[in-house]
């Protein structure tokens, strides 16, 4: 059974740093895409940043500048490093794993298969 479970979320003030943790387990994970989706009260989940199979890495265009993502293969772990955080970045951030042969990590919910049930991420002026 896949289990995908995200740690570090917390309540920060602006302009902290932050870093989430993923880690999956329960099938082979070397073909997999990684990634971190957002969901703000009563928005779209959307995009954060992933990273492929091929070590490449994907980002939102508006987030990239603040966040960065990393994995560790060994440990099945995901981060998410986020910087210099702002009020806008309150949400749930979720972990999803997916499996594609697309040479860009994909940025659709569709082609995740597996999430985690969430870290909520704070931040207050």
């Known amino acids: 059974q896949v289990s995908v479970v995200e740690s570090g979320g917390g309540s920060v003030q602006a302009g902290d740093p932050l870093r989430l943790s993923c880690t999956a387990s329960?099938?082979?994970?070397?073909?997999?895409?990684m990634g971190w989706f957002r969901q703000a009260p009563g928005k779209e989940r959307e995009f954060v940043a992933a990273v492929n199979w091929n070590t490449l890495a994907n980002y939102a265009d508006s987030l990239k500048s603040r966040f960065t993502i990393s994995k560790d293969d060994a440990k099945n772990t995901l981060y998410l490093q986020m910087k210099n955080l702002r009020t806008e970045d309150t949400a749930v951030y979720y972990c999803?794993?997916?499996?594609?042969?697309?040479?860009?990590?994909?940025?659709?919910?569709?082609?995740?298969?597996?999430w985690g049930q969430g870290t909520q991420v704070t931040v207050s002026s």
């Open positions: 999803a794993v997916g499996f594609t042969k697309e040479w860009r990590a994909p940025i659709s919910r569709s082609d995740y298969s597996y």
């Open positions: 329960g099938r082979d994970f070397d073909n997999a895409v």
